[in-house]
Nanobody
């Protein structure tokens, strides 16, 4: 069993930055792959970034060059540094965990664990 808890959301103006965190507890093998996902009202959940336990990361095209995913395995925590935020980045951000992969930012049944989410609002 794995518990994921996100934090760090908030409201910022376009061009601003936020750093999200996701702390995990429980079976460390279940967090081999972790990812950040987001969901805007009325839209499907979409992948933002994924990262494997060795730090290899992949990104959705919409956030490449602006967002950086990282993880601290000693702290069982992943992060999402979001820079140059745009209004279309607004939504509820969730972290997910899956084993054994692939560690891609794609919503699949492989992601068996999810956090409750943290809200990000970017105003123009």
């Amino acid at each position: 069993q794995v518990e994921l808890v996100e934090s760090g959301g908030g409201s910022v103006q376009a061009g601003g930055s936020l750093r999200l965190s996701c702390a995990s507890t429980g079976n460390p093998y279940a967090t081999y792959c972790m990812g950040w996902f987001r969901q805007a009202p009325g839209k499907e959940r979409e992948g933002v970034a994924g990262i494997a336990s060795d730090g290899i990361a992949t990104y959705a095209d919409s956030v490449k060059g602006r967002f950086t995913i990282s993880r601290d395995n000693a702290k069982n925590t992943i992060y999402l540094q979001m820079n140059s935020l745009k209004p279309e980045d607004s939504g509820m951000y969730f972290c997910g965990a899956n084993y054994p992969g692939p560690c891609l930012p794609v919503v699949t049944p492989a992601y068996g664990y999810w956090g409750q989410g943290t809200q990000v609002t970017v105003s123009s």
